[in-house]
Every structure is written in structure tokens, then in C-alpha cells.
């Protein structure tokens, strides 16, 4: 999936429709989560950094985390120019390697989760990283019928909100609020996005145990 990724990180920004979901949901992130110069956020699956760019002026410290190498090149020179100014770029990927000794307010992911087929683990590793109090925002995919990335793909066709609601549960989750989050057209068809909002279940212990 990463080499996908590398090859179309040079051109990515180049379609205003990408800029236009960032701009969206960085939109409904904010009516949703309480946001100040101190929040820390941890932004997985960055991509080339455009919900980061929307975010940036409202929250604390950027940690994008991208396993994608030519998308890591274009974050860093968005750094460099001051575009992301302070941002800091990690080549994390939480279905392999180990989950960091760090914690966060925020974490957010645009249409990441879809490509995850293994998705319980990174979830843990999301509740592990949250601080108390923390947030989890992941915009992406309602339940479509493979269309959208069509055969081959190995990720999921998009989530079934109780499916997801529950998968979260299982790694120290409340119940999630899920609210529409626009649209995405490809090929003709309209693919509906949510954002669903969740923080740590009371209790929750790390590595996913419930008090």
C-alpha cells in the first residue's frame, strides 16, 4: 500500500477535491472537540498533511505519523516552508512496529482506518496513546459496496457504524457519536464519510483492559 502511496505523493495536492475534504473535516473537528493552543495531536496516516494545515493555527504540538516515504518527503518540505511550521514527521506504522511512549489529546485520521484490514490492534494502540481526557477523531467511509477502491483491495469497504462502534468498545472505547461528514465522488458515485468521535471508556487501563 505504501509504494501506492509514494508514487502518488508528488501530485496529491494537486486535487482540490483532497483540500476541500480536509478543509471539511477539519470543520466539524472543531465543532466537535474543545481545541487550544496546548492540545497535542497525533495525526496517523497524514498523508501529505492537509488536515494538519487546516488545524494547525487552533491546536498545540503536530506529530504526523505516515509510513508512506514520498509522502513523508512532501511533509517535510511543507516544514521546511513554513507550511507546517514546528510539525514533527515519525515513520510509524501501528500494524508493525511498537506502539509509542507517548501521549496525545488528539488523535485524528482522515480515510486511513479503510486501509487497515487488521484494524483491533491499531485501535488499541490508539487508546494506549491518548492521553485522560483525550480525544479520537476518524473520518472516513460509510459502508459501500467495494466500489470505491473496486477488486484487489484488501482494506475494508468502508465501516458499518455499529460494526466500528463495537470494534472500538473492544479496544477501551465509549460509544462513539458518529456524525455526516460530506461526501466523496469518484467515478460518477457519491461514497457518504462520517466523523466518529470517541473517548476512553472511565476505567479503561492500558492495552485494552477495562477496569
Known sequence: M????????ATW??????????????AQVRSTVALDRGTRVLEYGAGTGLLAQQLAPDVGPLTLAEP????????????AAGVLPDARILDLDLTR???????????????????IPDLPPVLQA???MLSPG????VIDLDREDGS???DGFDGHDGFDHDHLGAELADAGFAPPRFVPCGAV????????LFLATCRLRHGRQDHGDAA
Open 13 to 26: 495536492d494537486d486535487d482540490p477535491t483532497k483540500h476541500e475534504r480536509a478543509r471539511r473535516a477539519a
Open 126 to 128: 490508539f487508546a494506549t
Open 148 to 150: 470505491f477502491h473496486g
Open 2 to 9: 505504501t509504494s501506492s502511496f509514494d508514487e502518488r505523493a
Open 134 to 137: 483525550g480525544t479520537l477523531c
Open 68 to 79: 508512506s516515504a514520498g509522502m513523508r518527503e512532501v511533509l517535510h518540505a511543507k516544514v
Open 185 to 192: 465522488e469518484r467515478d460518477g458515485r457519491s461514497y457518504g
Open 97 to 115: 512496529d511498537l506502539v509509542p511512549d507517548e501521549r496525545f489529546d488528539l488523535i485524528l485520521g482522515l480515510m486511513v482506518l479503510h486501509h
